[in-house]
């Protein structure tokens, strides 16, 4: 029998470098056929040095999950991202061209801008007044002629890659290919005009544990009928032919709306007319998708609900949660999305509670990876992802290393 000892679920850091060979053992029973895998090993979610590797290997270097593009509006407009690697801005410029900076001024490293939200025609520096254009460059330095030798053409803000998807913000300050092609083989969603909807509502939570407790929960629903009494008496998790969705960074399908139930609410009122193009074949399902590694995106009927999850420390996260309808529903005077709004907050509250609690549960000493659940296939899809992302160099270089 393993011992507890073996998997590694000790205080402190405990990941080697080589991996040893029942870190390796562990990891690629994690990464192994949905049949035969394990379910990941405590320290994945608890020792610091696998934060570090995530840090550098996803959210630094790959794609990463800024906004919607309807927050960028009009010139000045901003977004914020705070991960534990990367702390960006994204500015759609004067001329209408959308970039992405370091969030850190040239002069001395201040940290520019604090919540997304309108900065107006200049981004300036809190400190000690440095500014810039939208674009990036530097148009201002108090008491300029201190610094006369300065060559100020090469003070622009460091820039970022950006690129948008489906209305959707991403930043990278890595190089791994292009976003389109990364999700090439997603669903084509166009159909539904995501790029139109309208920002309605926004909620930010703070959870005590690690990020991907978040995105395992958000991909199962084998405990709805326990923690969600609300959810599970309007849906149920049924397959639909066709409606199965996997893809190389993405996972995700359906789930049925109950007889008479409109669209998962409290009460369960349609937002009408509903969102655009959503087809009466489709009229019966609300749609969940996970793209890796930290966009979650649920498409009812009359509205999509979007969370974005950044780690700020191995055992905290936070969660912005985003509620997005239609221009024609946004337009209606009677459009009212507090059933959806209070609906999914509670559900949130009781989805963080567990995952909480799964966090010091994975940080007992006690604690050893178990089987899937036959219902879990895309938390095993986003867990042999990370596993492949992160640790695909170690394992190659940690092949025959002693225990």
Same mark, same amino acid.
């Given at each position: 029998?393993?011992?507890?000892?073996?998997?590694?679920?000790?205080?402190?850091?405990?990941?080697?470098?080589?991996?040893?060979?029942?870190?390796?053992?562990?990891?690629?029973?994690?990464?192994?056929?949905?049949?035969?895998?394990?379910?990941?090993?405590? =320290?994945?979610?608890?020792?610091?040095?696998?934060?570090?590797?995530?840090?550098?290997?996803?959210?630094?270097?790959? =794609?990463?999950?800024?906004?919607?593009?309807?927050?960028?509006?009009?010139?000045?407009?901003?977004?914020?991202?705070?991960?534990?690697?990367?702390?960006?801005?994204?500015?759609?410029?004067?001329?209408?061209?959308?970039?992405?900076?370091? +969030?850190?001024?040239?002069?001395?490293?201040?940290?520019?801008?604090?919540?997304?939200?309108?900065?107006?025609?200049?981004?300036?520096?809190?400190?000690?007044?440095?500014?810039?254009?939208?674009?990036?460059?530097?148009?201002?330095?108090?008491?300029?002629?201190?610094?006369?030798?300065?060559?100020?053409?090469?003070?622009?803000?460091?820039?970022?890659?950006?690129?948008? =998807?489906?209305?959707?913000?991403?930043?990278?300050?890595?190089?791994?290919?292009?976003?389109?092609?990364?999700?090439?083989?997603?669903?084509?969603?166009?159909?539904?005009?995501?790029?139109? #909807? %309208?920002?309605?509502?926004?909620?930010?939570?703070?959870?005590?544990?690690?990020?991907?407790?978040?995105?395992? +929960?958000?991909?199962?629903?084998?405990?709805?009928?326990?923690?969600?009494?609300?959810?599970?008496?309007?849906?149920?998790?049924?397959?639909?032919?066709?409606?199965?969705?996997?893809?190389?960074?993405?996972?995700?399908?359906?789930?049925?709306?109950?007889?008479?139930?409109?669209?998962?609410?409290?009460?369960?009122?349609?937002?009408?007319?509903?969102?655009?193009? =959503?087809?009466?074949?489709?009229?019966?399902?609300?749609?969940?998708?996970?793209?890796?590694?930290?966009?979650?995106?649920?498409?009812?009927?009359?509205?999509? #609900?979007?969370?974005?999850?950044?780690?700020?420390?191995?055992?905290?996260?936070?969660?912005?949660?985003?509620?997005?309808?239609?221009?024609?529903?946004?337009?209606?005077?009677?459009?009212?999305?507090?059933?959806?709004?209070?609906?999914?907050?509670?559900? +949130?509250?009781?989805?963080?509670?567990? %995952?909480?609690?799964?966090?010091?549960?994975?940080?007992?000493?006690?604690?050893?990876?178990?089987?899937?659940?036959?219902?879990?296939?895309?938390?095993?899809?986003?867990?042999?992802?990370?596993?492949?992302?992160?640790?695909?160099?170690?394992?190659?270089?940690?092949?025959?290393?002693?225990?």
């Amino acid at each position: 029998m393993e011992s507890a000892a073996a998997a590694g679920d000790t205080a402190g850091t405990v990941l080697n470098t080589p991996l040893s060979t029942t870190q390796v053992a562990a990891l690629e029973a994690v990464a192994g056929p949905f049949e035969s895998a394990r379910t990941p090993p405590g =320290w994945l979610f608890t020792d610091p040095a696998v934060l570090d590797l995530e840090a550098a290997s996803l959210f630094l270097n790959d =794609w990463v999950i800024a906004g919607h593009v309807s927050q960028l509006g009009s010139a000045g407009a901003c977004l914020c991202v705070d991960t534990v690697s990367l702390h960006a801005i994204v500015v759609r410029g004067d001329d209408d061209v959308i970039r992405a900076f370091h +969030n850190s001024c040239r002069h001395r490293g201040t940290r520019l801008v604090e919540t997304s939200g309108k900065l107006g025609p200049l981004i300036r520096c809190p400190y000690h007044a440095w500014a810039y254009s939208l674009a990036g460059a530097l148009t201002a330095i108090p008491k300029r002629e201190a610094t006369a030798k300065v060559d100020v053409a090469t003070l622009g803000l460091v820039p970022l890659r950006v690129a948008v =998807w489906n209305g959707f913000v991403f930043v990278c300050a890595g190089e791994p290919g292009s976003l389109d092609e990364r999700l090439a083989d997603f669903p084509d969603l166009s159909y539904l005009a995501l790029d139109r #909807l %309208c920002l309605v509502a926004e909620r930010h939570y703070r959870v005590a544990c690690n990020w991907k407790l978040v995105i395992e +929960n958000y991909n199962e629903c084998y405990h709805c009928a326990i923690a969600h009494p609300a959810l599970h008496r309007l849906s149920r998790d049924v397959g639909f032919d066709g409606y199965r969705h996997r893809g190389r960074h993405f996972t995700g399908g359906p789930m049925s709306l109950e007889p008479g139930v409109a669209t998962l609410a409290e009460p369960a009122t349609r937002i009408e007319p509903g969102l655009t193009g =959503w087809r009466d074949a489709d009229r019966r399902m609300v749609f969940y998708f996970s793209v890796f590694p930290n966009l979650l995106l649920t498409i009812a009927p009359d509205y999509a #609900l979007v969370h974005y999850v950044f780690p700020a420390s191995v055992d905290r996260c936070t969660v912005t949660t985003q509620w997005l309808v239609s221009p024609a529903q946004a337009a209606r005077a009677d459009c009212d999305i507090d059933p959806a709004l209070g609906f999914w907050d509670r559900t +949130n509250h009781e989805d963080f509670a567990l %995952c909480e609690t799964a966090q010091r549960g994975l940080a007992a000493s006690g604690q050893l990876p178990g089987p899937y659940h036959g219902w879990e296939n895309c938390v095993h899809d986003f867990d042999r992802w990370l596993v492949q992302r992160v640790f695909s160099s170690l394992l190659s270089a940690s092949a025959g290393t002693s225990p």
